[in-house]
């Protein structure tokens, strides 16, 4: 019996140590998966990808004497993803290569550094909205080349201007023919044709949602802008002092969410904290995010007091700050 009992005990210390040991393997294996979990959590990506508004560095190329050649130089070196291209930033350029030549450069250097090309924003080629047909069909060839340059260079869209009139009933029927007729052409090399809150009756939202739905086709969209809210101008003027703001700007934002295929994330200053002093941006973002939108959000800096890199940076980290806010 005695000898019995031992084989008893010791039985039950082996059972005793393998169900301690199995329990610390378990400890272990749940520490690793809180571990993993924990960091999946810290490189979480946001919902969208970052792009650069050339815009943002208008200062550095036209006053600073750089050459828009480096924009993808500098969007790299800044971390973006893509590259929101501006047209008249290379109208010097276009004017000594020739169009082609400068188009090929920047497939060149956007596929030398790794960067993306996302669209082209045209401006100075007509405008699409012009109440008289024969000013409207001059824009649209004007635009053709931008379209097949865009293709080229592996671009979605191109962004638009529609200013015409500040008439409403001359305005929609105008800018639908306009923006038809350069978007039928423009499907036929799968680019999109985006329009902006850029100004005068774009800037209405109700009134643009009117147009898109008139022109009707898949590839024509919107661009929501988060500043650009002014209707009316001192004297009528493309730009200059504003007369007239579009009042409700983050039920515009919404409005055009459904129609949208780029995001343009404009800020003017920033707070001690680093939100925008005029934008609610984690409110946008979440407008944003709830439209189901997950394509690229260019960021665009526009104001006077950072240096245009501090501007683009600020953006930035409110953008990804915001990001992790709506998580």
């Known amino acids: 019996m005695p000898k019995y009992k031992t084989l008893q005990k010791l039985a039950f210390i082996i059972v005793l140590c393998v169900s301690l040991n199995m329990l610390a393997c378990k400890k272990n294996v749940n520490k690793e998966t809180a571990i993993e979990t924990a960091s999946k959590e810290v490189d979480k990506e946001p919902f969208f990808k970052l792009s650069l508004a050339q815009w943002s560095l208008h200062r550095t190329f036209i006053e600073g004497g750089v050459s828009p050649f480096k924009f993808a130089e500098i969007s790299k ?148 802008d988060f500043g650009n809210w002014c209707v009316k101008r001192k004297e009528g003027a493309v730009w200059g002092e504003c007369e007239e703001v579009y009042e409700d700007k983050y039920k515009g934002i919404e409005m055009m969410l459904p129609k949208a295929k780029a995001v343009s994330a404009k800020a003017y200053d920033f707070d001690e904290n680093g939100n925008e002093t005029t934008l609610d941006f984690l409110r946008i973002m979440k407008l944003v995010k709830d439209s189901g939108y997950t394509g690229f959000i260019g960021v665009e800096y526009e104001g006077n007091r950072l240096s245009e890199q501090e501007g683009i940076i600020a953006i930035k980290e409110l953008l990804l700050k915001s990001a992790k806010s709506l998580e």
Not at 114 to 125: A, F, K, P, R, S
Not at 182 to 192: C, D, G, P, R, V
Not at 193 to 215: R, T
């Open 77 to 224: 070196s800044l971390d973006f993803e893509g590259l929101e291209y501006v047209s008249q930033l290379y109208s010097e350029e276009v004017e000594a290569l020739g169009f082609d030549k400068v188009i090929d450069s920047l497939k060149t250097l956007s596929d030398k550094h790794g960067i993306q090309n996302v669209l082209i924003m045209i401006d100075g080629e007509g405008d699409l909205a012009d109440p008289s047909e024969e000013v409207r069909n001059k824009a649209v060839e004007n635009h053709k080349k931008w379209v097949d340059a865009a293709q080229k260079l592996g671009c979605h869209a191109i962004r638009v201007n529609t200013f015409g009139t500040n008439d409403p009933e001359l305005w929609i029927p105008a800018v639908a023919d306009g923006l038809k007729k350069l978007s039928e052409y423009a499907a036929t090399k799968n680019i999109n044709v985006l329009c902006e809150n850029h100004g005068w009756l774009s800037s209405d939202v109700p009134v643009l949602m009117q147009a898109i739905e008139k022109v009707n086709m898949d590839n024509c969209g919107t661009l929501p």
